[in-house]
């Protein structure tokens, strides 16, 4: 009876403390509710009416919201591309002049004085042989280099006096740069502006060079017999060789270097979508110890295994990654750098939604994939300052990454690591601190909840 007794004291108590909580409009009762039937209203339907209200104000929210990003973020990326060709003399292109006499001397001061790029004298001390010319372009240490070549002035003279009908004036300079460096740089801005200004300066010094050659022997038939036996030094008698040390010659890396990031930032947004809805589920039952141990290890296990699968698409598609390494070493370190690019996009999302919660992670996820793609669409010499961060996002250094494994160019994969990692590194130790301040609220009340309840407990009959 005793215990009944207490069972009944303890029955009445929650009776009283539910009650407190029931509302006391009688709006809010279930009589007042509108009688509605499912898969029988048309949305205009008086009996909707909450409902519509309630439709108007979630749509009407998200598109303000949609607005306010769309306005804060898509104008960074279009200032990314909107004056690129303003900036075009940031693009350098060294002037090596091997000939020293009147060719050498007429074109090099003629390409500084140049405009488009920004074209810069170098001594033949500092770069003995065009093969040190090329790997210094390779090295980016000039976006191109025109080399003229050893000799051009007396070459050209010789073939005049001679009558040589096999002169190839195409031979007198040579122009180096890397297409696969940028490609978008490189066929928009380096070869159009190279060619046109380079272009027009060995025609006006092939022009000067033939009339005063003809002044020079006015009256002398010989000479203009002989002139007229090799019309290759007459016309073009001075001109240019493209040679690109690395050709961007496999157009699937298109779908590698940007677009294919994106889709690696969204699989990584996937991941941390589903994470959260398992985590909602099993957060409450894990000490805190633990829940922070499945935060950082499950998201960077499924990276692991996705991302490996990621860069598998790229087999059947023949893409090359024998470029710098074997083939093999060369598929098996992009895979891993590619796990390292989404971890590293991943745990970004993973500390975000610890902040603004799911409801609002796609709003996130537009700013970070502009913040990236704007430093990767074209090289920062050609975009305003404020984009000169690109050097610390995970696409730049993804993209750079790729660059060196399939088309071997500048070799920078050590420090485009270890910057990939400072991103994990940063992301677990935010995520960490997030997750314990977030956590230790809801720890907190649940404390004071069982408190109570304990409390409650106590209530005498």
Known sequence: MASLHSSNATVQAAGVKKAAWRPSDPSASGADKPNLKKFSHGFFDPEMAAFRKLAFMILGKAAVISILVMWSCLPFYWGSVWKADRYSNKLTVRVIDRDGAAVGQSVTSGMLAQTKLRYFQSYVTEFPSDAVVAKDIVEEGAWAAIVIQPNVTANLIAARQS?????????????????????????????????????????????RSIAQYLATNTGNATAVALLAQAPTTVHNSVYFTLTDIRPYDQPVA????????????????????????????????????????????????????????????????????????????????????????????????????????????????????????????????????????????????????????????????????????????????????????????????????????????????
Not at 393 to 404: A, D, E, Q, S
Request: glycine fraction near 6%; charged fraction near 10%.
């Open 163 to 207: 009558g040589n009908a096999s002169y190839d004036g195409s031979s007198a300079l040579q122009v180096y740069y890397t297409q696969a460096r940028q490609e978008s740089a490189v066929n928009s801005y380096l070869l159009p502006y190279i060619q046109l200004e380079l272009g027009k300066v060995v025609a006006n010094v092939s022009t």
């Open 254 to 461: 298109q779908a590698i270097t940007l677009v294919g990031l994106i889709q690696l930032l969204i699989f990584a947004f996937v991941i941390t979508m589903n994470n959260n809805a398992v985590r909602e589920i099993i957060a409450p039952y894990l000490t805190n110890r633990s829940y922070l141990a499945y935060r950082i290890v499950a998201p960077l296990t499924l990276y692991s295994i996705v991302s490996f699968f990621y860069a598998m698409v790229n087999l059947p598609f023949k893409v090359d990654f024998g470029a710098k390494y074997s083939y093999h070493n060369g598929f098996f370190l992009w895979a891993f750098v590619l796990n390292l690019g989404m971890a590293s996009l991943g745990l970004a999302t993973e500390f975000m939604i610890t902040i603004i919660g799911p409801k609002f992670m796609p709003f996130f996820l537009i700013p970070l994939i502009i913040a990236n793609v704007s430093v990767v669409s074209l090289p920062h010499e050609l975009q305003p300052w404020i984009y000169r961060y690109g050097p610390a996002m995970p696409f730049f250094n993804l993209g750079r990454t790729v660059r060196t494994i399939i088309f071997d160019t500048k070799n920078q994969i050590g420090m485009d690591i270890g910057i990939l990692i400072a991103w994990i590194v940063v992301s677990c130790c935010t995520i960490t601190v997030a997750t314990w301040l977030f956590r230790r609220k809801g720890v907190n009340q649940h404390r004071k909840e069982v408190g109570e309840y304990e409390s409650d407990e106590t209530i005498p009959a």
